[in-house]
């Protein structure tokens, strides 16, 4: 397994390969929005209609986390979008791998 180097730290970290392809700021900055926003962190992953469905379960978690006698329902829905949101920015990742990996095969 290869590893790689974190920009401006200056040590081998345990990145293996699959994160590969997209600076390491901007994954942690897409992980970090996905916990405050998930439906803009789905949408800056480049999935429109899921940040759509992503939108329904985070304004209802709102929502419902307004009211004090289901606010427990309503931190469920938002931990629904926010691992959505975190399993969509997953597979943008593994997509561009996939694609990274097709791209030197044909080479």
């Not at 480049?46 to 992503?54: E, H, I, S, T, W």
């Not at 289901?70 to 997953?90: M, Q």
Request: hydrophobic fraction near 60%; include cysteine.
């Amino acid at each position: 397994m290869r590893y790689y180097v974190l920009w401006g730290l200056g040590e081998i970290v345990g990145l293996p390969i699959f994160m590969a392809g997209t600076p390491p700021d901007r994954r942690v900055m897409l992980y970090i929005l996905a916990i405050v926003c998930s439906p803009l962190a789905v949408l800056f992953a480049g999935k429109p209609f899921q940040a759509l469905f992503n939108f329904i379960f985070w304004l209802l978690a709102v929502a419902l986390e307004a009211t004090i006698v289901l606010y427990h329902t309503g931190f469920i829905l938002w931990l629904v979008a926010f691992i959505h949101a975190v399993l969509v920015i997953h597979g943008m990742h593994e997509d561009r791998r996939a694609r990274m990996i097709a791209n030197a095969l044909r080479r």
